[in-house]
């Protein structure tokens, strides 16, 4: 059971924030475009500064929801750190 919930975790941190906003925004594929990199500085870069704040706050928004589901769901102290390492791993790779 605790696998499915890390793997749950894992999901939450691999959707493409980047991806999504500067498709939403700017309609590119921002892993095309600047150094193909999906994150908020290539966002910043060539899409807007607006479209990278985006960026930037769903990220914290996955980390903070990642804790805040982990504790919902009654995971002690240390699946709840191991629900942040998944869902930072999940948005590194």
Do not use: Q
């Not at 590119?28 to 479209?51: E, F, P, T, Y």
């Not at 990278?52 to 002690?76: D, M, N, Q, T």
């Not at 709840?80 to 590194?92: D, E, K, P, Q, W």
């Amino acid at each position: 059971m605790e696998i499915g919930m890390l793997a749950m975790f894992y999901l939450l941190g691999s959707i493409p924030a980047a991806w999504l906003v500067a498709k939403l925004v700017g309609g590119k594929d921002i892993s095309h475009v600047g150094s193909g990199n999906v994150g908020v500085m290539n966002v910043a870069l060539n899409v807007s500064r607006w479209a990278a704040l985006v960026v930037f706050l769903v990220e914290i928004a996955k980390g903070i929801a990642s804790v805040l589901l982990a504790r919902k769901l009654g995971l002690g102290e240390a699946m709840t750190g191991l629900a942040v390492i998944c869902t930072v791993i999940g948005t590194r790779w």
